[in-house]
Structures are given as structure tokens and as C-alpha cells.
């Protein structure tokens, strides 16, 4: 039985023509040295670590643009059918209209480039001591204190990157057809496909030759950046932002037969600082001849905005807070291999830097847009845990663990169309999720159970002793929607050693996932992903080692309401890494 449904009859129906292409150089440089030093009871230890991750797009000069916007072709006639209400197999025909399959139909041809460019620079160090008495109750004491700093720098010069092709067969009523690549077929996944009245389908420019004409034929290319454009791209977008985290603490630690105690204070001191620009006032630029828009308070001309923003040294606002958060725990041992503990602590939960410092972050993988809150508060949260573990011959275990979580400005997440932003008609990010987030009022509690069992299976015979096991079952539910909230969770792990050779699976199974917590809620339905990891030891300090992340690529199916009606099926392949891992 096959559904049909014809959406747009005899001139209403519009197609647009959109493709996207980038290409992101993404390098990582880290350098973490550590010491250890002991003298009698005292055992000190500490180190310095630094990394620097940059992520700069490049497309236009080396692989051709990003976008190939064109006009929408209107007047058209199509069909559409799928073979059931809930089926991603649509078959849509064009039964009307100039054809879709012919690229001079499509006017107005443009493109735009992509330029982005992120950088996260952290330096942190850190010391600790412990001192363990030689006194007839065992008592250790353990202090010490981290300093980080992060730079987050960020540019997106986008909005000034855009040309409209003038060259042969182009201009306003032109079009890509001399540029036409009829050897990149047009294809969908899950049975999906577009015939045009002809019986062919859509076809696409050739990006590789409009790089060429870009880069030879400049004269080809006529830029249509507006004034907003360049406030957009040099002035609203980049960002500099300082994150300063300064953090001590001091800790007690004392063993009273089968009870062993804990307690403990940390102290720390969040610092921001961001460099923006100190501009003009409107009446100092109009004393100065520039023409002002009253709404905004900003010059007209781009050599206005330039004097306006760029004429004096950007000044540098800052902001900070600090905190106190005490833990205390207990630990008894109710037989030889049984042990029960209860703990309680204060945790603080700060929000990324993306969410504060203006920036907007545009994931091309999982097609998100996060609008950033200046406003946002840190998550504030007291903790309770007990747990109960059972200790067992060869190297096992097998605990229960049960938790609460009582959390002051819980953060909640919101989801909306591209059109709420000014991007519906964006022929890049139409398509995209833009989500934003604030604090909820009151008081948001989580609780949750986790079932663990992890066993070194030595006891088998020969090569088989090498194997390890290990699986866990999470249950947690709150009291309010929480965004990315697991409600059910299952994992294991299998590994192997047998000299220097080691392998390893791991496997995790998530229940149907909320991803929004207001609102209409949007869901990922429930999936079970699979990773490898193993390594060769080349020597003593020498190791070889990869990792695969998603080894069957499994998609993110996100729905509202119903799970048979997808709002998106993402899917971002199979990560492989290998490395060298030296020990010095």
C-alpha cells in the first residue's frame, strides 16, 4: 500500500538550490610536565600544563566557497510521495514549471566564503603535599592549590565574505551554467530521491573552477557587503575572552578501626576578562561629521563604524565571583570484603565560555547554532551519595550506588527555528537549530541509581587471562526537564593484555534522550554505539595506540512527539586516531 500526498500544486511551489562545502585544519599542541618528590612522611607532587587547539576554516582560496546561493526557481508543479506517513523515502517529481535539472534557470548567482577562526589557549599549574602521621590512629593530611587560565579567541568574518559571479554567462539574470559539474550527481540517503520534468536531476557548479576564476579572475566577482555586513563580520563577532580559575584547598583524612572519615574545604575564585571595543559615542560622531542611525547609535558608512569602534584601544571589562564548598564522607567496613560509604558536597557547575562572551557557535556537524546568554549564572548544587561495594577474588567488584542532587539556577535550554534569528532564508543555516539557554527559578533535584560489576578474569586458562570485564546500569530522573539528561543508561567494556600488546571494546546503549527541557520538547531516540581502542609497546617509554570512536557510524534520529516522524537524522561518521605515546 503506497501513501501519496501532493504538497503544492500548479505555480506554488519554489525550489531553492543550496550546498554547503568546508574544510576545517584543526591542530592540537600540548605540553604537561610533572614532578613527584618524597622525603619521610611527606609526599609532594605537582605540574605544568599547556595547550593550545586551534580550528581555522578555509575554503574559497584552496577548495572553492562555502555556499553557491542562486534565486529560488518558482512556478512549479511537483510531486511527492513516501511510502508510509512515517517514511524518509520521498520521491519527489517535478510535474511542471521551467526544469529544476537545468542550471541556467536558476538566476542570480552568488557565493560566499568561510573564514571562521577559533582558538582556546590554557596554561594551568598546580601543587600539591601530603603528610601522613606516624601516630597509632592513621591520620594523612593533603593540601594544595591550581591556578588556570583560558583564552578563548574567536573571529567570523563571514558576513563580508560574499560576491556575486559577473563573469560569462553570469550577473543578476545570469547563471552557473557555464560552470555547470554534471559529474557530481545529486544523492539522498534512505530512498529519497528528485526526478525533474526532464528526468534528470539537479545539478551543481563547479567549485573547483570557481576557485580558479576567483584567484585568476578577480574581476569576475563583484562584492555585495553591505555596511551591516562589515559591522556584523569585524565588530560584533570576534572576541577575546580571559577565564582566570584560582583554587585551594585543604584536606583531612583519619582511619578509626572499621570507620575511615573524610572531610575537606575548597576554596575557589572565577575571574572574566574580555576586550571590547571602546567606541565613540553617537554624539561624539556626529560632532565629527559621520551620519548616525538613531535606533542603534552607529555610524552609516564603514568609514564611519571604522573611526567609531577602531579609533581608540579596546578597554578591557571584568567580572568574577567566589565560592566555598565543604565535603564531608564516611566509609565503614561491615565485613571483610563489603564497604559502605556516604558522602556530601557542594559543587558549583560554571557556564561555558561560548554562552558568555557573545560569540556565536556555529556546529557544522550536529547543524547547531548555540546563541550565547551574557546573563547566565553557574549551576550551584548539594550532593548526597551512598554506596555499598562487594569486593571479590580475582580483582572484582559489584556496587550499588544511589544519589541526589539538589542544583540552585538550573540551567534549561531552549530550541528554536533559524527564522527567530534572522536566518530562515540563509541558504547555509535555514536548516540549522539555534539553541539558547538561561537559569530556572527554584530549586531543580536529580536522583539516580548507577549498578556496577567489573571483574579481572584471570582465572580463565592461557592466553585468556588477559581478559578484563566491566558493565554498568544508570537510572536518573529530575524533578525538571534537564537537556542531554540520559534517564537509562547501559555500558560495558571488554579488554585484553597479553605482553605489549592491548585491546579493548567498549559498547553503550542510551534510552530516548530530552535535548531541550522547554517548550516542545525535541528527543534522540535511543541508540547504542560501539568504540575500539588497543596499542602496541614499542619500549619501555614508547607506546603505539588508536582509537575508534562510533565504529558502526550510528546516527543521531532526533523527533518531537513521536519517534516515527524524524525532525532530523544526523549522521558524523566513524572517528579513527592513531598515535605515539612516549613517557620521559
Given at each position: ?298 555610524a552609516t558608512t564603514i568609514e564611519g563604524l571604522t573611526r567609531q569602534y577602531m579609533s581608540r584601544p579596546k578597554t578591557t571589562r571584568t567580572s568574577g565571583y567566589d565560592n566555598l564548598f565543604p565535603s564531608v564522607s564516611a566509609k565503614y567496613t561491615l565485613a571483610e570484603n563489603l564497604q ?222 513521536d519517534p516515527s516522524y524524524m525532525l532530523s537524522d544526523m549522521i558524523v561518521g566513524t572517528f579513527w586516531t592513531f598515535g605515539l605515546k612516549g613517557v620521559f
Amino acid at each position: 500500500l503506497e501513501f501519496r500526498r501532493v504538497l503544492f500544486r500548479s505555480g506554488s511551489a519554489s525550489v531553492a538550490m543550496s550546498t554547503n562545502h568546508e574544510h576545517k585544519f584543526a591542530q592540537t599542541r600540548t605540553l604537561t610536565p610533572k614532578f613527584e618528590f618524597r622525603r619521610g612522611a611527606w609526599l609532594v607532587d605537582g605540574g605544568v600544563h599547556y595547550t593550545i587547539s586551534t580550528n581555522q576554516y578555509v575554503a574559497l582560496p584552496r577548495v572553492g566557497p562555502q555556499t553557491v546561493p542562486v534565486a529560488n526557481l518558482t512556478g512549479l508543479t511537483l510531486s511527492l510521495r513516501r511510502s508510509s506517513p512515517q517514511a524518509t523515502d520521498w520521491r519527489v517529481t517535478q510535474t511542471g514549471g521551467r526544469d529544476l535539472a537545468d542550471l541556467a534557470n536558476f538566476t542570480n548567482p552568488r557565493i560566499g566564503d568561510d573564514m571562521r577562526f577559533a582558538e582556546d589557549e590554557i596554561w594551568q599549574a598546580q601543587a600539591n603535599a601530603r603528610w601522613t602521621s606516624g601516630w597509632r590512629i592513621p591520620v594523612w593530611l593533603k593540601f594544595g592549590g591550581k591556578v588556570t587560565e583560558d583564552y578563548h579567541r574567536f573571529r567570523n568574518p563571514n558576513a563580508w565574505l560574499t560576491w556575486r559571479y559577473d563573469g560569462p554567462g553570469g550577473g543578476p539574470t545570469g547563471s552557473f551554467a557555464q560552470l555547470a559539474f554534471p559529474g557530481n550527481p545529486w544523492q539522498l540517503r534512505n530512498g529519497a530521491g528528485i526526478t525533474s520534468i526532464s528526468g534528470g536531476t539537479p545539478t551543481f557548479p563547479n567549485r573547483t573552477e570557481i576557485a580558479r576564476l576567483f584567484r585568476e579572475k578577480p574581476e569576475y566577482f563583484t562584492s555585495l557587503a553591505t555596511v551591516a555586513n562589515f559591522f556584523t563580520a569585524f565588530i560584533d563577532n570576534p572576541s577575546y575572552i580571559r577565564e582566570r580559575l584560582l583554587a585551594g584547598y585543604g584536606l583531612a583524612n583519619a582511619r578509626l578501626g572499621r570507620l575511615q572519615l573524610q572531610g575537606g574545604l575548597r576554596w575557589e575564585e572565577t575571574q572574566f576578562a574580555s576586550r571590547e571595543f571602546n567606541a565613540l559615542s553617537a554624539a561624539e560622531m556626529r560632532a565629527a561629521g559621520f551620519a548616525i542611525t538613531p535606533s542603534t547609535g552607529r555610524a552609516t558608512t564603514i568609514e564611519g563604524l571604522t573611526r567609531q569602534y577602531m579609533s581608540r584601544p579596546k578597554t578591557t571589562r571584568t567580572s568574577g565571583y567566589d565560592n566555598l564548598f565543604p565535603s564531608v564522607s564516611a566509609k565503614y567496613t561491615l565485613a571483610e570484603n563489603l564497604q559502605a560509604h556516604l558522602g556530601y558536597s557542594r559543587t558549583i557547575s560554571r557556564p561555558a565560555v561560548g554562552n558568555l562572551g557573545g560569540v556565536w557557535v556555529f556546529n557544522e556537524t550536529n547543524q547547531t547554532v548555540s546563541v550565547p546568554n551574557p546573563d547566565l549564572k553557574p549551576e550551584r548544587s548539594s550532593n548526597l551519595s551512598g554506596r555499598v561495594a562487594y569486593y571479590f577474588e580475582p580483582v572484582g567488584s559489584a556496587a550499588v550506588t544511589l544519589f541526589q542532587n539538589r542544583i540552585n539556577n538550573s540551567v534549561t535550554s531552549r530550541e528554536f527555528a533559524s527564522d527567530a534569528f534572522g536566518y530562515g532564508d540563509d541558504p547555509l543555516y535555514s536548516g540549522y537549530r539555534f539553541l539558547s539557554v538561561g537559569n530556572r527559578d527554584g530549586t531543580a533535584q536529580v536522583r539516580g541509581m548507577t549498578l556496577e560489576y567489573s571483574q579481572a578474569l584471570s582465572f580463565l586458562p592461557g592466553a585468556l587471562r588477559g581478559l578484563n570485564a566491566s558493565a554498568s546500569y544508570t537510572r536518573t530522573y529530575a524533578s525538571t526537564p534537564r537537556a542531554a539528561m540520559v534517564p537509562h543508561m547501559l555500558g560495558g567494556t571488554l579488554s585484553y593484555r597479553l605482553g605489549r600488546l592491548s585491546l579493548g571494546a567498549s559498547g553503550k546503549w542510551t534510552d530516548h534522550t530530552p535535548m531541550t527541557s522547554s517548550g516542545v520538547i525535541t528527543w534522540r531516540k535511543a541508540r547504542t554505539m560501539i568504540d575500539l581502542n588497543g596499542g602496541w609497546q614499542l619500549s619501555p617509554r614508547l607506546g603505539a595506540f588508536f582509537q575508534v570512536r562510533n565504529l558502526f557510524n550510528v546516527s543521531e534520529y532526533r523527533y518531537q512527539v513521536d519517534p516515527s516522524y524524524m525532525l532530523s537524522d544526523m549522521i558524523v561518521g566513524t572517528f579513527w586516531t592513531f598515535g605515539l605515546k612516549g613517557v620521559f
